[in-house]
């Protein structure tokens, strides 16, 4: 894959010593590895179907097929859907990385986009105004009076969303 530098070695649930090849470093697919018998509840997700935030973790003990199981219950950090999966416990998992970026709004657009200010100053296009109702009305009656606002964007698997709005002052 290409990324450098020594694994990183984590102490397992059955006092083995595990592997971590991308730990510190960016997953090629924007994930990270990460074992599952410490709980992991309040971080974000350990898969795919899961890219939320872990509400629940629970483990099952060893069966008659011998492993035991993880069952991880999340929120979807995008739409607030509850999602839940079911892993055998002594294999990793990857965990999403989000990243929360701060932009001042310069303009809403009629068809429902918003024109943000980079820090570079570029302008960023391609963003939606938010789905959630009580964001969408702080965002549109502070533009509507002109008021300086700051947008958090949350960013992950590919997908944006804004999550915040914070008044910086008057124009």
Do not use: W
């Not at 965990?95 to 303009?107: A, F, G, K, S």
């Amino acid at each position: 894959v290409g990324l450098r530098g020594p694994p990183l070695r984590v102490q397992g649930g059955r006092g083995g010593v595990q592997d971590l090849p991308y730990a510190g470093r960016r997953h090629p697919e924007g994930r990270l590895p990460r074992h599952q018998e410490p709980p992991l509840q309040g971080t974000d997700s350990p898969r795919s179907r899961l890219d939320g935030s872990v509400v629940e973790v629970s483990t099952s003990k060893t069966g008659k097929h011998g492993h035991a199981k993880c069952h991880f219950v999340a929120l979807d950090i995008f739409n607030g859907k509850k999602l839940e999966d079911i892993v055998p416990s002594s294999h990793n998992c990857d965990v999403p990385h989000v990243d929360r970026t701060e932009y001042q709004l310069i303009d809403i657009s009629e068809d429902g986009f918003v024109s943000l200010l980079t820090d570079n100053g570029s302008t960023k296009d391609d963003l939606k105004l938010p789905t959630d109702d009580a964001i969408l009305t702080q965002l549109k009656d502070g533009f509507a009076e002109g008021k300086d606002l700051a947008l958090t964007v949350m960013s992950a698997m590919g997908e944006e969303q804004i999550c915040a709005v914070k008044d910086v002052g008057p124009r």
